[in-house]
């Protein structure tokens, strides 16, 4: 009987402990979809930029065939950047949904 009480008694004491963890988990995730909303909405305009960029400097370049070469690169490779970071922005809008965690996204969800 007295190894009972104590189970019982352990058993109260950690159940709050447990409740506890689980809103402290929830809270980290939320942190972390928060924090890489962010950064892909600061790489979606860093990719917009090297794009344009690209764009300006192939204008600019006109006949250079080294320097339309590399502003045909600058624009490749902000492209890709978009592709990237929108591929990654529904990847965690996905898996927000699937767990059910955080607010509904939104098409504009990290912007608002």
């Not at 972390?32 to 690209?54: C, E, K, S």
């Not at 600058?74 to 592709?83: D, K, Q, R, V």
Request: glycine share 8%.
């Amino acid at each position: 009987m007295n190894t009972v009480k104590k189970i019982l008694i352990s058993v109260s004491v950690l159940v709050p402990v447990f409740a506890y963890a689980q809103s402290r988990i929830t809270e980290i995730i939320l942190q972390f979809v928060f924090i890489f909303n962010r950064l892909i909405v600061i790489f979606m305009a860093l990719g917009t930029v090297i794009f344009l960029w690209g764009v300006v400097s192939y204008v600019i370049a006109a006949g250079d065939e080294k320097k339309t070469t590399q502003a045909k690169s600058y624009m490749l490779y902000g492209i890709i950047t978009l592709f990237v970071m929108v591929s990654v922005w529904g990847l965690v809008a996905v898996l927000q949904n699937t767990f059910g965690i955080g607010e509904p996204s939104t098409p504009l969800g990290p912007l608002l």
